[in-house]
């Protein structure tokens, strides 16, 4: 742990400190849309971590993530709403939707156990959808979920009399809802990334690297291949379903809407387009990939006034489209991803032909 | 006994469809090895262009028959130029990048032609000019259209040549020998980057006759309808054993039965408890439980690749 005595990155920890705190207050002055738009940013950073375990470190490919989230997302909204009448605490439900989720991934994963690459793919695909299916028609003939029209009013985090929706003042400074959470998220995210990072370097997180590299090998020298790839869907499940739980909390709303295939997507590629496997990386996509449609959203309106003097083409879709192509560009010109590990560049650089 | 009959023909109908696109992902896939997740949008694009085409046509005064038919040949070129253009854009520039890399490009062209689609076409929902006429056949109580009835003829002539094409041409062996082994195909002459290009052609022209049926079947389209049908043929090409044709044709043809029978039954067989929305679960489900005993589809090889 020497390296955190040293001046130079204690500084920068210092700096990074800093930052984080001062967020909040810059992005409010654009708006408290803006510190939302963090805060989301925030969530997906907790999303792409739980998937990297799946995808990055152990080669899984998993298209159906949200699945996980959306389980958390509903735990928590039927626990603290009005809809059943409960109101548990959030930190009560948060382990409670943790292991639901945990429960989900191993049910997903034990049958999948012997399937390969794009085989792996399509049925996890096919669980997101059934768990959306589910969701959207769980309303008859007992309700259960609310159907499309989701649950409202979940009850916001509270950590005992003080609240994490409206404005309080602590101190002399007056901070609104999503700052609450703001730092919330973040004492969250600090620790999630100490996880990931613990994970990667132990002996789990080297079996799960085998695992990726050569399944048969890994076998070979004695790993338990079935236990440790459940352990990876299980772990990657449960950081989705505290992810969920949060955003459920924090929205005070859920619908399937928000669980739908593309959201999956999105997250994958949060993953790969950082550089999967590599926490830094994927942290970047998961911000870069959530921050991006919304500067677009807010850009390219007015940029097409002050260019042409009026609105040409519908924001909306133009903003997608520019969205896409970043995607693809982003993909042409750095395949490994924007910020891919070491060990990984050097793979690519050293055999051109071969292909991960 | 009729409900069984009239659901084995829509599913027969729905599953011809999803066996044509399905044929274009599992070309790719076959040749390459990689899921061309922008295929149901090509298949979209196939659609709206028929639309425009053939129903700007009807509108001058050309005779119905003639303006679906230029419809249908617009589409098909439109396609093939798209599949051309997709594969050297978004495939050809990251053959030798890592596996993921290729999916996150489709993914990312996929919504670029989903939002070029709604520039183009707008937001609304599309009503597809009627090419044929509404004739209603009876058989055994179960009835059908003349429409579904040119869907699964068209499909099966399109698919028997396909096969011809495959196993009885030059370009289908130097296709084969590509899926085999592109380095040593190449060295037997055979132009690997002509033959990639020739299956995205190929495996778009069948998407757009596709997309074509799926218009006069449904009489509607939308910008987003190439989302679901694509994943549905996705399903239907894993289930037969993805790279593998005839497996996709029959692929297709038992998901659109089961999903028939599946919406058909499900309210009876679970007591009401589930309703025919469920119908999209059968897919998946099946596809899980087949895959579950058949790890590598119905008739696919067994195969070493990994994510």
């Known amino acids: 742990m020497s390296k955190w005595l040293n001046p130079r990155s204690a500084f920068g920890i210092v700096l990074i400190a800093v930052a984080l705190i001062a967020l909040p207050f810059v992005a409010a002055m654009g708006g408290q849309a803006w510190v939302r738009i963090v805060n989301f940013a925030i969530l997906y950073i907790f999303l792409a971590l739980g998937l990297n375990i799946v995808v990055g470190f152990a080669g899984l490919l998993d298209l159906g993530y949200i699945a996980f989230y959306a389980v958390g997302a509903y735990t928590y909204a039927l626990l603290a709403s009005p809809h059943f009448g409960v109101h548990w605490p959030f930190w009560a439900i948060l382990p409670i939707g943790a292991a639901i989720a945990c429960v989900f991934g191993v049910l997903l994963g034990s049958p999948t156990l012997k399937l390969r690459g794009d085989y792996l793919a399509i049925v996890t695909l096919g669980f997101g959808e059934i768990v959306r299916i589910f969701m959207n028609n769980l309303n008859a003939p007992i309700n259960i979920t609310n159907g499309p029209q989701g649950i409202t009013l979940i009850d916001p985090v509270a950590i005992g009399d003080f609240r994490f929706s409206g404005t309080t003042q602590i101190l002399g400074i007056s901070l609104s809802g999503p700052q609450k959470y703001y730092f919330l998220l973040v004492a969250l995210a600090i620790l999630v990334i100490i996880i990931n990072l613990r994970l990667q370097n132990s002996r789990i997180g080297r079996a799960w690297q085998a695992i990726r590299e050569d399944e048969i090998a890994a076998k070979a020298v004695g790993i338990n291949t079935r236990n440790l790839k459940l352990l990876a869907f299980a772990m990657g499940a449960s950081f989705g379903g505290i992810a969920g739980g949060i955003f459920s909390a924090m929205q005070g709303f859920v619908s399937p809407e928000s669980f739908s295939l593309i959201e999956s997507i999105m997250i994958l590629a949060m993953v790969v387009l950082g550089g999967m496997g590599h926490i830094p990386g994927v942290i970047l996509g998961a911000v870069l990939l959530s921050i991006l449609p919304e500067v677009l959203r807010y850009g390219v309106g007015p940029l097409q006034m002050a260019l042409f003097g009026k609105m040409l083409i519908d924001p909306e879709s133009l903003r997608m489209l520019i969205f896409g192509l970043a995607l693809v560009l982003v993909m042409r010109f750095k395949p490994a991803g924007l910020w891919p590990s070491p060990e990984r560049k050097r793979e690519l650089g050293e055999k051109p032909a071969g292909g991960a | 006994?009729?409900?069984?009959?009239?659901?084995?023909?829509?599913?027969?109908?729905?599953?011809?469809?999803?066996?044509?696109?399905?044929?274009?992902?599992?070309?790719?896939?076959?040749?390459?090895?990689?899921?061309?997740?922008?295929?149901?949008?090509?298949?979209?694009?196939?659609?709206?262009?028929?639309?425009?085409?053939?129903?700007?046509?009807?509108?001058?005064?050309?005779?119905?028959?003639?303006?679906?038919?230029?419809?249908?040949?617009?589409?098909?070129?439109?396609?093939?130029?798209?599949?051309?253009?997709?594969?050297?854009?978004?495939?050809?520039?990251?053959?030798?990048?890592?596996?993921?890399?290729?999916?996150?490009?489709?993914?990312?062209?996929?919504?670029?032609?989903?939002?070029?689609?709604?520039?183009?076409?707008?937001?609304?929902?599309?009503?597809?000019?009627?090419?044929?006429?509404?004739?209603?056949?009876?058989?055994?109580?179960?009835?059908?259209?003349?429409?579904?009835?040119?869907?699964?003829?068209?499909?099966?002539?399109?698919?028997?040549?396909?096969?011809?094409?495959?196993?009885?041409?030059?370009?289908?062996?130097?296709?084969?020998?590509?899926?085999?082994?592109?380095?040593?195909?190449?060295?037997?002459?055979?132009?690997?980057?002509?033959?990639?290009?020739?299956?995205?052609?190929?495996?778009?022209?069948?998407?757009?006759?596709?997309?074509?049926?799926?218009?006069?079947?449904?009489?509607?389209?939308?910008?987003?309808?190439?989302?679901?049908?694509?994943?549905?043929?996705?399903?239907?090409?894993?289930?037969?054993?993805?790279?593998?044709?005839?497996?996709?044709?029959?692929?297709?043809?038992?998901?659109?039965?089961?999903?028939?029978?599946?919406?058909?039954?499900?309210?009876?067989?679970?007591?009401?408890?589930?309703?025919?929305?469920?119908?999209?679960?059968?897919?998946?489900?099946?596809l899980i439980v087949v895959l579950m005993f058949k790890p590598s589809g119905l008739f696919g090889e067994k195969t070493g690749d990994r994510a």
């Open chain 2, 1 to 286: 006994m009729d409900i069984f009959l009239q659901q084995i023909i829509n599913g027969l109908v729905q599953g011809s469809i999803y066996a044509l696109v399905a044929l274009g992902y599992t070309m790719v896939y076959g040749i390459m090895g990689l899921i061309n997740f922008a295929h149901g949008e090509v298949v979209m694009i196939g659609t709206l262009v028929t639309i425009t085409v053939a129903g700007t046509l009807i509108k001058v005064g050309m005779p119905v028959a003639l303006a679906g038919l230029a419809g249908l040949s617009a589409a098909v070129l439109v396609c093939m130029a798209l599949g051309w253009g997709l594969e050297r854009i978004a495939y050809r520039p990251l053959r030798n990048a890592p596996r993921l890399t290729p999916l996150i490009t489709a993914i990312g062209m996929s919504i670029v032609l989903q939002n070029v689609a709604m520039i183009v076409w707008g937001r609304n929902y599309l009503t597809f000019p009627h090419l044929l006429p509404k004739i209603n056949f009876e058989f055994a109580g179960a009835s059908f259209t003349a429409v579904q009835v040119m869907i699964v003829v068209v499909s099966g002539l399109t698919m028997a040549g396909l096969i011809f094409l495959v196993y009885r041409t030059k370009l289908g062996m130097a296709m084969r020998a590509t899926a085999q082994n592109p380095q040593v195909a190449s060295l037997m002459g055979v132009n690997s980057n002509r033959v990639i290009s020739a299956a995205f052609v190929i495996g778009s022209a069948l998407g757009a006759l596709a997309g074509v049926m799926v218009g006069t079947y449904y009489e509607i389209a939308h910008y987003q309808m190439g989302f679901m049908l694509g994943l549905k043929a996705f399903t239907a090409a894993v289930l037969g054993g993805i790279g593998n044709l005839a497996g996709a044709m029959i692929g297709g043809v038992l998901l659109g039965i089961i999903e028939a029978l599946g919406a058909g039954y499900i309210g009876d067989l679970t007591g009401g408890f589930l309703g025919s929305h469920y119908q999209d679960i059968f897919a998946f489900v099946v």
